[in-house]
């Protein structure tokens, strides 16, 4: 695959983190998740995190303002000169048109929309059901990929961390931030002719496959 722009569209718990760490690792190309720079930045307690905490973990979304700079900041990094896959951004039209913009400035073609769709009752089991490992960043799932003792990391990094949002009453919020405010999307990237859906409800080796078997010949 040449040097592109990928994004990864999808609601809460499509698996857009688990695909685009694979996607990255694959294709040699850089993994951009605003979701984990705003984690880092939360538990350094930046004056970002510190801005971007409340909003976080009230399932809503931080302002586009903030979200726009981060990504602003990453896509000069060196490493995302080799291409890169955008994980949870962007996430809002405003968000959307401020990333055209950025990718026309620097150069880049029009980037190729990847939209995993999923069903409701797996969103909410993947969320409520995922624990991350702080280390390594490997991530689980209690119900469809359970670590081999309960809370610890099979790499025996960590303790897993059950992330604050990903409970009952926050993942509800998050849902519905994305049917008001990421859905919108799906239109705008399909009247551009850049979106093409895959779907997100299998295991994530069987997604991961179909993923990359449409990347090779999109
Ligand atoms: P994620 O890990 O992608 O699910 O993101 C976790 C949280 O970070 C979201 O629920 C938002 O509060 C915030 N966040 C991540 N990306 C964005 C974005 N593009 N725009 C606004 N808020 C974001």
Redo the contacts with the bound molecule.
């Keep these: 695959m040449r040097a592109r722009a990928l994004i990864l569209l999808g609601a ?2 499509a698996g ?2 688990t695909q685009a760490r694979g996607l990255a690792q694959h294709f040699g190309i850089a993994h951009i ?7 880092h930045a939360v538990s350094a307690r930046t004056p970002l995190g510190l801005a ?1 905490q409340r ?2 973990e ?7 303002r ?2 726009n700079g981060l ?1 602003r900041e990453r896509l000069a990094q060196p490493d995302a000169a080799r291409g890169f896959v955008l ?6 039209l405003a ?1 959307a048109r401020y990333l055209d913009r950025l990718l026309r400035a620097q150069g880049w073609g029009r980037p190729l929309v990847l939209n995993l769709r999923t069903d409701e009752d797996i969103l909410r089991k993947r969320m409520t059901g995922r624990r991350t490992c702080p280390v390594c960043g490997e991530i689980y799932n209690i119900y469809f990929n359970p670590p081999q003792n309960d809370a610890m990391c099979d790499r025996e990094c960590a303790k897993l961390i059950h ?1 604050a ?1 990903d409970h009952e009453e ?1 993942v509800g919020q ?1 849902l519905a ?1 994305y049917e008001a405010q990421t859905k919108p999307l799906i239109e705008y990237y399909s009247r551009r002719k850049l979106l093409h859906h895959i779907d997100g409800n299998g295991k994530p080796e069987s997604v991961a496959r179909e993923l990359y078997s449409f990347l090779r010949d999109p």
């Design positions: 809460p718990g857009k983190g998740s605003t979701g984990d720079i705003l984690r971007a909003e976080m009230a399932g809503h979304l931080v302002p586009d903030i979200v990504v994980d949870g951004f962007p996430r809002t968000q992330r949002d926050v998050r931030a």
